[in-house]
T-cell receptor, first 112, second 109 residues
Framework: DAGVTQSPTHLIKTRGQHVTLRCSPI?????VSWYQQVLGQGPQFIFQ???????GRGNFPDRFSARQFPNYSSELNVNALLLGDSALYLC???????????FGDGTRLSIL | EDQVTQSPEALRLQEGESSSLNCSYT??????LFWYRQDPGKGPEFLFT???AGEEKEKERLKATLTKKESFLHITAPKPEDSATYLC??????????FGSGTKLNVKP
């Protein structure tokens, strides 16, 4: 079975632009979470979605938003990009909230 | 403040030299503690889930334990392929996950 897939794998943007990152969960998983990981640190929780509804939110500004589609795939959107948004963005899926999460290999976002 | 602290930040072991990694937490409403392994350029790989104090889980050379304030990941007779960053995560109230900064393990042959 395919694992969690994320696209694109790498992305370069400039300050002020907008970006959309995509995630496909493991088949049968209905919960998707998004994380930001800066080099040398652990992942920071951004959002959790379950059955297309937001179920958890971390301490990120409103420039960050997400949604989950009927097929359980998800998008993370970031507006007005800042240099500090440069990071690895990870998506994780689980059967439902609170269950062990399985991660994709992330999207490496670089802001110039 | 809810947080997860891992120690040490880095650990160098000789092949076969057993040791333990620590994860201490101050998170309200613990709903689960998770251990992951992360290799460079990859996403974290799930290892264990612990839900209550006293619980233990084992997988090959790894054993995870949980108390009310901390968790340990014991590595018995490690091999070079065990080299990776080990991450601890805690699920708290409002479905929030809190990750530690990880322990970077290097096992030398």
């Amino acid at each position: 079975d395919a694992g969690v897939t994320q696209s694109p794998t790498h992305l370069i943007k400039t300050r002020g632009q907008h970006v959309t990152l995509r995630c496909s969960p493991i088949s049968g998983h209905k919960s998707v979470s998004w994380y930001q990981q800066v080099l040398g640190q652990g992942p920071q929780f951004i959002f959790q979605y379950y059955e297309k509804e937001e179920r958890g939110r971390g301490n990120f500004p409103d420039r960050f938003s997400a949604r989950q589609f009927p097929n359980y795939s998800s998008e993370l959107n970031v507006n007005a990009l800042l240099l500090g948004d440069s990071a690895l963005y990870l998506c994780a899926s689980s059967l439902k909230g609170g269950q062990p999460q399985h991660f994709g290999d992330g999207t490496r976002l670089s802001i110039l | 403040e809810d947080q997860v602290t891992q120690s040490p930040e880095a650990l160098r072991l000789q092949e076969g030299e057993s040791s333990s990694l620590n994860c201490s937490y101050t998170v309200s409403g613990l709903r689960g503690l998770f251990w992951y392994r992360q290799d460079p350029g990859k996403g974290p790989e799930f290892l264990f889930t612990l839900y209550s104090a006293g619980e233990e889980k084992e997988k090959e050379r790894l054993k995870a334990t949980l108390t009310k304030k901390e968790s340990f990941l014991h590595i018995t007779a490690p091999k070079p392929e065990d080299s990776a960053t080990y991450l601890c995560a805690v699920l708290g109230n409002f479905n929030k996950f809190y990750f530690g900064s990880g322990t970077k393990l290097n096992v030398k042959p």
